[in-house]
């Protein structure tokens, strides 16, 4: 057991790789921001039949869904969905892969920020795995940013100092705190098991955030809403990775620090390359290789 947040969150990793590459194709079809919302339209009423079975098992007792339980819970429904958005705006900046690679940092930010406000330590060896998982990061981003500088006729320090690294830094920002504010929702649930409490925190934000984007979307963007059931066995399949990727990171989230699970998720860059090389037919560069194989050792120092 005092594993299998490892297992856990790289589990997560897969599924979100596999709905990603789901996504690189619908965003082919309908603009992003429907995109963004077929997760929570089309993954919720897996969650439901999971949160279900889960009271089944339980015997229909389920944990009392306290105030703070869903502040925090709306609270990380709100920063996933402004994270997503600056991710989104991210893209459409020239020269993103320097905002790209330091949205990465977002580990380093959950460990800062978690020490400082949520009383959640990392200990030294904890620290370790998360540099060097951040370095494999880095060295994924390193061949693309050569590339990108050589394109844009940029020098580093100008591409260093622009929006793309500013709106970069803002989206890690956002997806740190939206990791703690998740694993304090679960803390905040007084019964049942961790896995059980993950359950209902998945379900909850989820829920939540299929009521505050769906009506945006039935108020500005109605014509999104038809797209996506006209591409409904894409979307279907986006939806379910997306939420057996949300079960699994809610689950790794109620067993560790969310630093630690962060972290860990980042093997999530090495799904994403192994994707792009046999089904998108992409070429690798030799510095992705090297930061795959410096990913997973980070990843594997977490069990020192």
Known sequence: ??????????????????RLAGLKTLNQRMPTLVTTYVRALFGLPLLIVYILALLAVHGGERPELNAT???????????????????????????????????????????????????????????????????????VSAGRLRGTL????????????????????????????????????????????PLYRAGWGAVTMVFIQFLLLGAWFIVRQPAGLKLALQNSGLCTFIGVTSALGTI?????????NAAYVA?????????NLVISRFYFGERLLRAELVGMLVIVAGVLLFKL
Not at 164 to 188: D, K
Not at 263 to 271: G, K, P, T, W
């Open 248 to 256: 699994f990171w809610f689950s790794a989230s109620a067993l560790q």
């Open 69 to 139: 339980f869903l502040a925090y819970c709306t609270a990380s429904a709100l920063l996933q969905f402004f994270g997503t958005a600056t991710l989104i705006y991210l893209f459409q900046l020239g020269n993103f892969a320097v905002g790209t690679m330091l949205s990465k940092v977002d580990v380093i930010m959950t460990a800062l920020i978690g020490m400082l406000l949520f009383a959640q330590p990392v200990s030294s060896t904890g620290w370790v795995a998360i540099l060097v998982t951040l370095a494999g990061v880095l060295l």
């Open 1 to 18: 057991m005092d594993y299998l947040w490892i297992l856990l969150a790289a589990a997560s990793a897969f599924f979100q790789s596999l």
């Open 150 to 193: 050589r394109a844009a006729d940029a020098s580093a320090v100008q591409t260093l100092l622009g929006r793309p690294t500013q709106v970069g830094l803002l989206t890690a920002l956002i997806f740190g705190l939206s990791y703690l504010t998740l694993r304090e929702a679960i803390l905040a649930l007084e019964s049942g098991s």
């Open 263 to 271: 972290a860990a998720a980042q093997v999530q860059l090495v799904f």
